[in-house]
């Protein structure tokens, strides 16, 4: 018997995106990304970080660039098998493999080259936990915003876009 399909609903400025996320294959990160849902930490944080012909980064900063506090990092799952191929959705980290807290990020392309590819840091690749069920459309609108370099951050839309709520479709 296969975990039940658990949706999630993402409010953006710019529309709609549903995720469906893996809890066979992601326990850790999904467990962890619900927890951050249902605590409301992602409503009215935005996407932080675009980049076209990549992805879109969100889940950690308010509109003024503050960073969000954070539960303890996660474990990596990236060597759970998914790919971090168009349309899906994986754990954002730092240089540091088990260092994944609230932030996420939506592959636009196929991005092979964060799939993990062996067992040392420099290869361990980010951890896929779901995939855009309905919205890339609103995905690939947010890909297009222009960007800058705003407080240090590169990358940043300068239009804000903003994730209103995020509800786990329970």
Not at 36 to 55: E, N, P, S
Not at 68 to 74: A, L, S
Not at 97 to 126: E, H, M, R
Not at 148 to 158: L, M, N, Y
């Amino acid at each position: 018997m296969s975990a039940p399909t658990i949706l999630v609903q993402i409010e953006t400025s710019k529309g709609e995106i549903v995720l469906e996320l893996d809890a066979a294959k992601a326990p850790v990160s999904v467990e962890n990304f619900l927890g951050y849902a249902r605590a409301g930490h992602y409503d009215g944080t935005i996407f932080h970080r675009v980049i076209k012909g990549f992805m879109l980064q969100g889940g950690g900063f308010t509109p003024d660039m503050a960073q969000k506090p954070t539960r303890p990092p996660i474990k990596n799952e990236a060597t759970n098998g998914l790919k971090n191929k168009a349309g899906t959705v994986a754990m954002a980290r730092t240089q540091i493999v088990d260092s994944a807290t609230s932030q996420f990020f939506i592959n636009t392309v196929d991005n092979k080259f964060l799939d993990n590819a062996g067992l040392n840091p420099a290869n361990y690749g980010y951890a896929v936990f779901g995939k855009v069920a309905d919205g890339m459309d609103v995905v690939y609108a947010i890909e297009q915003v222009a960007t800058a370099t705003i407080a240090g951050h590169q990358d940043v839309p300068k239009e804000t876009v903003t994730i209103n709520k995020v509800t786990v479709v329970e």
